[in-house]
């Protein structure tokens, strides 16, 4: 166990749907990166969130969205899902850089 | 523009010899860090190894170092005595102070054989 915890595993909707995936960082990390990466490709950064804070944003697209609440944990909302967005989705926080940034074990998200 | 490039798809090695995995980076930034992530099939990632750039020796971690050269923006990974386990997929990343961004290249798949 990483100590970051993502939910659920694997999730199954259909296209034009929206899903909520869910990132709790590990306990006194303030930071949150979300990843997305596609079928034998890299992970593409999305969003980071530090300490309730948007403070960097990546390709991510207009139809998703993400916050970071109080508690720090976040959460990642995919709306008007198409064929492509299926991927794993990952979640990452970090205390002090030199320790790496440690992920959570992914959302596997298939759009039908 | 920030960008990682890694220009090996996919690598073999023998067991027990040594690997090089090449990763070169661009940014005007001057405080960066260097990361490097192994992904094997089960899909997990796991961190293997720093090196940040105002750091003047080469990082190291038991069977990993990372051959940094600032000059030449390269931060290459060397696996030695390579295991059947390190078949994986292996991600290197960069962190920007100025920007905040983690971004990571497009990998390399790493198959050991024995």
């Known amino acids: 166990d990483s100590g970051v915890t993502q939910t659920p595993k694997h999730l199954i909707t259909a296209t034009g749907q929206r899903v909520t995936l869910r990132c709790s960082p590990r306990s006194g990390d303030l930071s949150v990166y979300w990843y997305q990466q596609s079928l034998d490709q890299g992970l593409q950064f999305l969003i980071q969130y530090y300490n309730g804070e948007e403070r960097a944003k990546g390709n991510i697209l207009e139809r998703f969205s993400a916050q970071q609440f109080p508690d720090l944990h976040s959460e990642l909302n995919l709306s008007s899902l198409e064929l492509g967005d299926s991927a794993l989705y990952f979640c990452?926080?970090?205390?002090?850089?030199?320790?790496?940034?440690?992920f959570g074990s992914g959302t596997r998200l298939t759009v039908v | 523009a920030q960008k990682i490039t890694q220009t090996q798809p996919g690598m073999f090695v023998q067991e027990k010899e040594a690997v090089t995995l090449d990763c070169t980076y661009d940014?005007?930034?001057?405080?960066?860090?260097l990361f490097w992530y192994k992904q094997p099939s089960s899909g997990e990632m796991i961190f293997l190894i720093y090196q940040g750039s105002y750091d003047e020796q080469n990082a190291t971690e038991g069977r990993y170092s990372l051959n940094f050269q600032k000059a030449r923006k390269s931060a290459n990974l060397v696996i030695s005595a390579s295991q059947l386990g390190d078949s994986a997929m292996y991600f290197c990343a960069m962190y920007m102070d100025s920007s905040y961004k983690l971004i990571f290249g497009s990998g390399t798949r790493l198959l050991v054989r024995p």
């Open positions: 940014t005007s930034d001057q405080s960066y860090g």
């Open positions: 990452a926080s970090s205390t002090r850089q030199g320790d790496g940034y440690t």
